[in-house]
């Protein structure tokens, strides 16, 4: 089975925080996703990544950044937190095939900005 | 980007089929059809995936008409633990340039005894 971690289950930061979220995948795949996931509104995506040092913008990216050092590891970042990015942060990895993907989801952190 | 409708939420019983349809108007020539299942405090979980006509895995039929303008998900004889939320998704093949996927805002299945 694929495994997908994210490094924290819960988080509290304060406003103006730089937040670090991390995901780790263990089965090799080249492409993986940052999504939030609010009441009402559904996953949305924020960043993903195709490759190591690869990156792209998804549906709402403003007020993110993302980084892919090592294949496995993709980290999404908060570079100064706001209270509208509380949230539920889903992190993906991917698998590709005939041109489909098929996501494989961590837990979820879910991020309290205070 | 092709934008999903799916009912907010649906009720059944134990032993019963149940169906989820997801309207999807605009959705492009080369885009597919994926379902999710999702438990509170969980991510998301592939159930099927499609595009066009009838899929079948262990687990759900994914109903696909010629249109493609929506879909419908079927799960045979539910039980308590198929209670979840339930997402459609529309995706964009990536050699077409460009990917763009659309999640439905989820229907929250409640199956009772």
């Known amino acids: 089975d694929v495994k997908v971690t994210q490094s924290s289950r819960y988080l509290v930061k304060r406003t103006g925080e730089k937040v670090f979220l991390e995901c780790v995948q263990d089965?090799?795949?080249?492409?993986m996703f940052w999504y939030r996931q609010d009441p009402g509104l559904g996953l949305r995506l924020i960043y993903f990544?195709?490759?190591?040092?690869?990156?792209e913008k998804g549906d709402i990216p403003e007020g993110y950044s993302v980084s892919r050092e090592k294949k496995e590891r993709f980290s999404l970042i908060l570079e100064s937190a706001s209270t509208n990015q509380t949230s539920m942060y889903l992190c993906?990895?991917?698998?590709?095939?005939?041109?489909?993907?098929?996501?494989?989801f961590g837990p979820g952190t879910r991020l309290t900005v205070l | 980007l092709a934008k999903t409708t799916q009912p907010i939420s649906m009720d059944s019983y134990e032993g019963q089929e149940v169906n989820i349809t997801c309207s999807h108007n605009?959705?492009?020539?080369?885009?597919?059809i994926t379902w999710y299942q999702q438990f509170p405090s969980q991510g998301p979980r592939f159930i099927i995936q499609?595009?066009?006509t009838k899929v079948t895995n262990e687990v759900a039929s994914l109903f696909i008409p010629a249109d493609r303008k929506s879909s419908t998900l079927s799960l045979p004889r539910v039980s308590l633990s198929d209670t979840a939320v339930y997402y459609c998704?529309?995706?964009?093949?990536?050699?077409?340039?460009?990917?763009?996927?659309?999640f439905g805002s989820g229907t929250r299945l409640q199956v009772q005894p």
């Open positions: 993906a990895s991917i698998t590709s095939g005939g041109g489909t993907d098929t996501q494989y």
């Open positions: 089965m090799d795949h080249e492409n």
């Open positions: 990544s195709y490759d190591v040092k690869m990156k």
């Open positions: 605009n959705i492009a020539t080369n885009d597919y």
């Open positions: 499609g595009y066009k």
């Open positions: 998704l529309v995706g964009t093949p990536r050699d077409t340039g460009r990917r763009a996927l659309t």
